[in-house]
């Protein structure tokens, strides 16, 4: 939905900011908020996940 799609998006467009030279780190910040949207959807987040490195 909506809403799931923007939490996705939002982290990795703020990282990449239209720049070639951020796209790994970007890609990192999606990959990290995939997973903490996959944890939270089994009952399984913890706000300490956040900490981790994506």
Known sequence: ?????????????KTWRGQSGSVAAAQRAFYHR??????AAQGKYRPELEKQAA
């Not at 939905?1 to 467009?13: G, H, I």
């Not at 995939?34 to 944890?39: I, P, W």
């Open 34 to 39: 995939a997973r903490m949207n996959g944890l």
């Open 1 to 13: 939905t909506f809403s799931f799609s923007r939490a996705l998006q939002n982290p990795c467009l």
